[in-house]
C-alpha cells in the first residue's frame, strides 16, 4: 500500500513561518571574529575592537535561527586558558572566564559548570543557584530539575528547593490547551510514577506503573498493564481497566496529530479529539468530552483525517473492523460503509479504495463497486487519476478503470508534485498525474532533482526545462550542474569550463572558468588557472582573479586570502578589513546596541 507523508508540508511551513517573522537582512548586525597569531578578537566592520586579540576562543551565544533568543544578542562565551566567561557586544566582561563550562542564558540564568558541580549564574555574573549540584535541566513554568546524589528534585529560579532531591526519576508532561501553555513535573519513587505540582504538592499519587500526556491536559496513568485517564485536577476521568487507550491518528501513514494538521500547505483545525479504547480486544471511541462515539463492540478501530478544503476543517474517518471485514465510520459513529471489506480507505474524490483477496479495487459514493479488486498496488484517486501496478507494470487509470498510460518499469519516476519522468519506445518523456504529456517522448534522458526545473538530453547534448515544458537553457551543453537553490541559477559545462544561467535562462557568463561557486544572489566567486576572483549577476569581474581564495559572506562581504593572510572588501572592492588576519569568519546579531 503506497502511504502519503505530510511531514514535508508541516516542515516547510514551518520553515517559511520562520522566515516570515525573521528579522530582514538590512537589521541584522554584523562583525567579525578575527583571529591572529593564534588568538582571536571581534571587531566591526569599520575594523574597530569590539573584544581585544587576546581570547583562546570566542563563541556567539545568540542563536539567528530566530527572533525568540533575545537573551543571548550580542554576547559572547569567552575563554582563557582552560576556563570560560561571558562578555557583551561593547566588552564588557559579564561573567569572568573561571567556569569549565557555561550554557546559554534562559530565563536569564546560565548553567555554569566547575569542578564541585554546576549551579546558575544570571547575568551580572552572581551565582544565583551555588555550583553543588550534579545536574541542573530547565524544565518548564519556572521549574528546573535537580540532581544530587543519584536523586531528582526541582527548584524554582531563585534557588528554593520546592521538591526535594529524592526521586529515582522524573519526566515533563506538557502541552497546549485553548493556545495556553501547561506543564507538569512527574517523578517516580519506589518504582512508582506521580506528579507533583509547581508548589510541591501531590497532585496524583505514586501508585502507577506509567504516566504520559493523552490529549489536551488529560493524563493516561497504567497500572498493572491496565490504563486510565486523570483530569488536571488528579479526578480519575475513565477507571484504570482498559488494555487500550490511544489517541494516535494518521493520514495514510504514520503522523501522530493532536489539535491541528498541515495539509498541502494549508492549516486545518480540529477542535474536537478522539481516542481508542480497548478491553479483552474489543475496542471503541470516545471524544475529548468523554462521551462515546463508538461503543465497544469492534476487532479494531484506525483512526484517518481528511481535509475539507471548504472550510478548512479536518474530517474524522474511522475505519473499523468486525469479524475480519471492515467499514468506515464518521465522527458522530454514523456507519458510512458496511463492515463488508478485508480493508477500506477513506474517500478521496467520491471514491474509496476497498481491499479483498489480496487485491485493491474502488467503490463510489453509493458503496456501488466501480473498479473490482484487480490490483495488485493502488494509490488514492488524485487528479482523476490513480496510479495501479497492472500486469507487473505501473499504470494511470481513470474512475472508470480505464488504462490511459502504461509505464516502463524499469525507468518509472514516482509522481512528484503530480508529474513523472516515464520512459516509452526506448525515449524519456515528462507526463502529468492526469495522463498528458508535458515533455514528448522524444529525448535521450531526463532527470529531475529539482522540483521547478528538468535536465534534458538529446544526442548527447543537454539543456534545462521547467515544470510546464518550456525550454530553459538550449540543449548544446555537454553537462549541467544542477540548479543551486541558494543563488537561483545554473552552472553548465562544456569542454572542461563552466558558464553560468539565471533561471529565467539568461546567459551571465559564457563557459570560461574552471569552478564557480555562490552562497549569494548577486556575487558568484570564480577560479580560472589556479587563482580565485568574483563576479556579478551581469558577469562583470568585481574582484579581480588574482586571490588564492575567495568566499562570499550572505551580507555581499567578501573575505580574499592574499599572500596568507586575510582581509575583508565589499562588493565594490573597497578594502573593509586590511589583509593582516590568520583567518575571519562573520558574525551576525539583532542586537539593536551594537553599532557597525
Same mark, same amino acid.
Given at each position: /500500500?503506497?502511504?502519503?507523508?505530510?511531514?514535508?508540508?508541516?516542515?516547510?511551513?514551518?520553515?517559511?513561518?520562520?522566515?516570515?517573522?525573521?528579522?530582514?537582512?538590512?537589521?541584522?548586525?554584523?562583525?567579525?571574529?578575527?583571529?591572529?597569531?593564534?588568538?582571536?578578537?571581534?571587531?566591526?566592520?569599520?575594523?574597530?575592537?569590539?573584544?581585544?586579540?587576546?581570547?583562546?576562543?570566542?563563541?556567539?551565544?545568540?542563536?539567528?535561527?530566530?527572533?525568540?533568543?533575545?537573551?543571548?544578542?550580542?554576547?559572547?562565551?569567552?575563554?582563557?586558558?582552560?576556563?570560560?566567561?561571558?562578555?557583551?557586544?561593547?566588552?564588557?566582561?559579564?561573567?569572568? !572566564?573561571?567556569?569549565?563550562?557555561?550554557?546559554?542564558?534562559?530565563?536569564?540564568?546560565?548553567?555554569?559548570?566547575?569542578?564541585?558541580?554546576?549551579?546558575?549564574?544570571? +547575568?551580572?555574573?552572581?551565582?544565583?543557584?551555588?555550583?553543588?549540584?550534579?545536574?541542573?535541566?530547565?524544565?518548564?513554568?519556572?521549574?528546573?530539575?535537580?540532581?544530587?546524589?543519584?536523586?531528582?528534585?526541582?527548584?524554582?529560579?531563585?534557588?528554593?528547593?520546592?521538591?526535594?532531591?529524592?526521586?529515582?526519576?522524573?519526566?515533563?508532561?506538557?502541552?497546549?490547551?485553548?493556545?495556553?501553555?501547561?506543564?507538569? !513535573?512527574?517523578?517516580?519513587?519506589?518504582? +512508582?510514577?506521580?506528579?507533583?505540582?509547581?508548589?510541591?504538592?501531590?497532585?496524583?499519587?505514586?501508585?502507577?506503573?506509567?504516566?504520559?500526556?493523552?490529549? %489536551?491536559?488529560?493524563?493516561?496513568?497504567?497500572?498493572?498493564?491496565?490504563?486510565?485517564?486523570?483530569?488536571?485536577?488528579?479526578?480519575?476521568?475513565?477507571?484504570?481497566?482498559?488494555?487500550?487507550?490511544?489517541?494516535?491518528?494518521?493520514?495514510?501513514?504514520?503522523?501522530?496529530?493532536?489539535?491541528?494538521?498541515?495539509? %498541502?500547505?494549508?492549516?486545518?483545525? /480540529?477542535?474536537?479529539?478522539?481516542?481508542?479504547?480497548?478491553?479483552?480486544?474489543?475496542?471503541?471511541?470516545?471524544?475529548?468530552?468523554?462521551?462515546?462515539?463508538?461503543?465497544?463492540?469492534?476487532?479494531?478501530?484506525?483512526?484517518?483525517?481528511?481535509?475539507?478544503?471548504?472550510?478548512?476543517?479536518?474530517?474524522?474517518?474511522?475505519?473499523?473492523?468486525?469479524? #475480519?471485514?471492515?467499514?468506515?465510520?464518521?465522527?458522530?459513529?454514523?456507519?458510512?460503509?458496511?463492515?463488508?471489506?478485508? /480493508?477500506?480507505?477513506?474517500?478521496?474524490?467520491?471514491?474509496?479504495?476497498?481491499?479483498?483477496?489480496?487485491?485493491?479495487?474502488?467503490?463510489?459514493?453509493?458503496?456501488?463497486?466501480?473498479?473490482?479488486?484487480?490490483?495488485?498496488?493502488?494509490?488514492?484517486?488524485?487528479? #482523476?487519476?490513480?496510479?495501479?501496478?497492472?500486469?507487473?507494470?505501473?499504470?494511470?487509470?481513470?474512475?472508470?478503470?480505464?488504462?490511459?498510460?502504461?509505464?516502463?518499469?524499469?525507468?518509472?519516476?514516482?509522481?512528484?508534485?503530480?508529474?513523472?519522468?516515464?520512459?516509452?519506445?526506448?525515449?524519456?518523456?515528462?507526463?502529468?498525474?492526469?495522463?498528458?504529456?508535458?515533455?514528448?517522448?522524444?529525448?535521450?534522458?531526463?532527470?529531475?532533482?529539482?522540483? !521547478?526545473?528538468?535536465?534534458?538530453?538529446?544526442?548527447?547534448?543537454?539543456?534545462?526545462?521547467?515544470?510546464?515544458?518550456?525550454?530553459?537553457?538550449?540543449?548544446?551543453?555537454?553537462?549541467?550542474?544542477?540548479?543551486? %537553490?541558494?543563488?537561483?541559477?545554473?552552472?553548465?559545462?562544456?569542454?572542461?569550463?563552466?558558464?553560468?544561467?539565471?533561471?529565467?535562462?539568461?546567459?551571465?557568463?559564457?563557459?570560461?572558468?574552471?569552478?564557480?561557486?555562490?552562497?549569494?544572489?548577486?556575487?558568484?566567486?570564480?577560479?580560472?588557472?589556479?587563482?580565485?576572483?568574483?563576479?556579478?549577476?551581469?558577469?562583470?569581474?568585481?574582484?579581480?582573479?588574482?586571490?588564492?581564495?575567495?568566499?562570499?559572506?550572505?551580507?555581499?562581504?567578501?573575505?580574499?586570502?592574499?599572500?596568507?593572510?586575510?582581509?575583508?572588501?565589499?562588493?565594490?572592492?573597497?578594502?573593509?578589513?586590511?589583509?593582516?588576519? %590568520?583567518?575571519?569568519?562573520?558574525?551576525?546579531?539583532?542586537?539593536?546596541?551594537?553599532?557597525?
Amino acid at each position: /500500500m503506497h502511504k502519503h507523508n505530510n511531514l514535508f508540508w508541516s516542515l516547510t511551513l514551518l520553515f517559511f513561518y520562520c522566515i516570515s517573522i525573521y528579522p530582514q537582512q538590512d537589521t541584522i548586525k554584523r562583525y567579525f571574529l578575527v583571529k591572529k597569531d593564534d588568538k582571536y578578537g571581534v571587531v566591526n566592520r569599520i575594523g574597530k575592537e569590539i573584544l581585544p586579540i587576546k581570547y583562546d576562543e570566542i563563541t556567539q551565544m545568540e542563536s539567528l535561527w530566530g527572533p525568540w533568543d533575545h537573551e543571548n544578542r550580542g554576547l559572547f562565551r569567552i575563554k582563557l586558558g582552560n576556563k570560560y566567561g561571558v562578555c557583551d557586544s561593547l566588552g564588557n566582561v559579564l561573567t569572568e !572566564a573561571k567556569y569549565n563550562r557555561l550554557d546559554k542564558y534562559i530565563l536569564g540564568l546560565s548553567a555554569a559548570y566547575k569542578d564541585e558541580g554546576v549551579g546558575y549564574v544570571n +547575568k551580572k555574573g552572581d551565582e544565583v543557584v551555588s555550583v553543588k549540584y550534579d545536574l541542573l535541566i530547565r524544565a518548564f513554568n519556572g521549574l528546573y530539575i535537580i540532581y544530587k546524589n543519584d536523586k531528582f528534585g526541582a527548584m524554582d529560579s531563585t534557588g528554593t528547593v520546592i521538591i526535594p532531591p529524592k526521586y529515582e526519576s522524573y519526566k515533563m508532561l506538557d502541552g497546549f490547551v485553548n493556545n495556553s501553555y501547561f506543564a507538569y !513535573a512527574a517523578f517516580k519513587l519506589n518504582k +512508582k510514577w506521580g506528579v507533583i505540582t509547581n508548589q510541591g504538592k501531590i497532585l496524583i499519587p505514586f501508585e502507577f506503573d506509567n504516566i504520559d500526556i493523552l490529549f %489536551d491536559d488529560f493524563i493516561l496513568v497504567e497500572k498493572d498493564g491496565l490504563k486510565g485517564v486523570m483530569d488536571n485536577s488528579g479526578r480519575l476521568i475513565m477507571p484504570v481497566e482498559y488494555d487500550t487507550i490511544t489517541n494516535k491518528y494518521e493520514i495514510y501513514g504514520n503522523q501522530t496529530i493532536s489539535s491541528s494538521m498541515i495539509i %498541502d500547505q494549508r492549516i486545518f483545525k /480540529m477542535e474536537d479529539k478522539y481516542f481508542i479504547y480497548g478491553k479483552n480486544n474489543i475496542y471503541g471511541v470516545y471524544n475529548n468530552y468523554f462521551k462515546c462515539i463508538l461503543p465497544a463492540k469492534y476487532d479494531n478501530i484506525e483512526t484517518y483525517f481528511v481535509c475539507n478544503v471548504k472550510d478548512d476543517r479536518v474530517k474524522i474517518i474511522f475505519s473499523v473492523q468486525k469479524n #475480519g471485514k471492515c467499514g468506515l465510520a464518521d465522527s458522530t459513529g454514523h456507519l458510512i460503509l458496511q463492515t463488508k471489506y478485508e /480493508m477500506v480507505y477513506p474517500y478521496t474524490e467520491d471514491m474509496a479504495k476497498i481491499y479483498n483477496n489480496g487485491k485493491y479495487g474502488f467503490i463510489d459514493l453509493n458503496q456501488n463497486v466501480i473498479i473490482p479488486c484487480i490490483f495488485e498496488i493502488a494509490d488514492e484517486f488524485e487528479y #482523476g487519476t490513480s496510479l495501479v501496478n497492472s500486469l507487473s507494470l505501473p499504470s494511470l487509470i481513470n474512475k472508470k478503470g480505464e488504462i490511459i498510460f502504461q509505464f516502463d518499469i524499469t525507468t518509472f519516476h514516482y509522481f512528484w508534485n503530480s508529474k513523472s519522468v516515464c520512459k516509452k519506445n526506448n525515449k524519456f518523456g515528462y507526463l502529468s498525474k492526469a495522463g498528458n504529456e508535458i515533455l514528448k517522448f522524444e529525448y535521450d534522458e531526463i532527470k529531475q532533482n529539482h522540483f !521547478a526545473f528538468l535536465k534534458i538530453c538529446k544526442n548527447g547534448k543537454w539543456g534545462v526545462a521547467d515544470s510546464a515544458g518550456a525550454l530553459v537553457i538550449p540543449i548544446v551543453h555537454d553537462s549541467i550542474e544542477w540548479i543551486k %537553490d541558494e543563488i537561483n541559477c545554473i552552472i553548465v559545462n562544456n569542454i572542461g569550463k563552466c558558464g553560468l544561467y539565471d533561471l529565467s535562462g539568461k546567459l551571465i557568463c559564457q563557459p570560461e572558468y574552471d569552478k564557480i561557486e555562490g552562497e549569494s544572489e548577486s556575487l558568484f566567486a570564480v577560479k580560472k588557472d589556479g587563482l580565485w576572483g568574483v563576479i556579478n549577476r551581469n558577469g562583470k569581474i568585481i574582484v579581480p582573479i588574482l586571490a588564492e581564495e575567495v568566499f562570499i559572506f550572505s551580507n555581499n562581504d567578501i573575505r580574499v586570502k592574499k599572500n596568507g593572510k586575510y582581509g575583508i572588501i565589499d562588493c565594490n572592492n573597497n578594502i573593509v578589513l586590511p589583509f593582516i588576519y %590568520d583567518n575571519i569568519e562573520i558574525l551576525r546579531t539583532n542586537d539593536p546596541t551594537i553599532v557597525i
